[in-house]
């Protein structure tokens, strides 16, 4: 249902499937699929992975998980519609958390978004699509706000490093409209620049 992005670890393919707001998982042998991480409603709740009963609260949610990434310890999860960045673990006994987003909002956590770089609890993204993981560092296609930023994980910090303002500008001097996928190799980003 709407899946956007896969993801490899070990011998298990991960797929972000947005329509249903949850994080499935396929053994490469194809033998199951399913539901790995999420209780089905949309919003960006931490927490463990599955809930006991489907869409039960007490358990991770998801909005729109978009794209995928990975350290090989967790699963760094673009979720659009929460405009945030998720963490997956693989080991089960793990519990879903936020690295940058609104998790913590009592209320209103879908609609809390915008422009802002810093420290986690304070930066913001605005319908993120790209999650791409590179020596400690997530780089990400802040797509509505039409700029590459930076996670530094140790550090605890978002930095935009490519892209510019694009408020009382024309068009023509935006570097990126929409940028959404996004990739890293030999030192360089390539980015996906969608519109």
């Known amino acids: 249902n709407s899946p956007w992005a896969?993801?490899?670890?070990?011998?298990?393919l991960y797929i972000a499937m947005a329509?249903?707001?949850?994080i499935w998982k396929m053994?490469?042998?194809e033998s199951e699929i399913g539901p790995?991480?999420?209780n089905g409603r949309e919003d960006?709740?931490?927490g463990p992975l599955l809930p006991d009963e489907p869409y039960a609260q007490g358990a991770s949610s998801f909005?729109?998980?978009s794209g995928l990434a990975s350290d090989g310890t967790w699963l760094y999860v673009a979720d659009s519609e929460g405009s945030s960045i998720r963490a997956v673990p693989f080991?089960?006994?793990?519990?879903v958390r936020t690295i940058t987003g609104t998790a913590d909002l009592g209320f209103g956590r879908l609609f809390t978004f915008g422009d802002a770089d810093g420290p986690f609890d304070e930066a913001r993204l605005q319908h993120a699509l790209g999650v791409v993981f590179d020596s400690g560092l997530l780089y990400v296609a802040d797509t509505y706000n039409d700029k590459i930023k930076v996670i530094d994980l140790a550090g605890g910090t978002v930095k935009t490093i490519a892209g510019k303002s694009?408020?009382?500008k024309a068009d023509e001097e935006r570097i990126f409209d929409e940028p959404a996928g996004i990739s890293f190799a030999r030192d360089r980003i390539y980015v996906a620049d969608t519109n």
Not at 19 to 22: H, I, L, R, S
């Open 6 to 12: 896969l993801g490899i670890h070990k011998d298990d």
């Open 19 to 22: 329509g249903p707001n949850q």
């Open 27 to 29: 053994p490469l042998d």
């Open 36 to 38: 790995y991480a999420g």
């Open 44 to 46: 960006i709740v931490d």
């Open 63 to 65: 909005a729109q998980p």
């Open 91 to 95: 080991d089960p006994k793990e519990e």
């Open 166 to 168: 694009n408020q009382d």
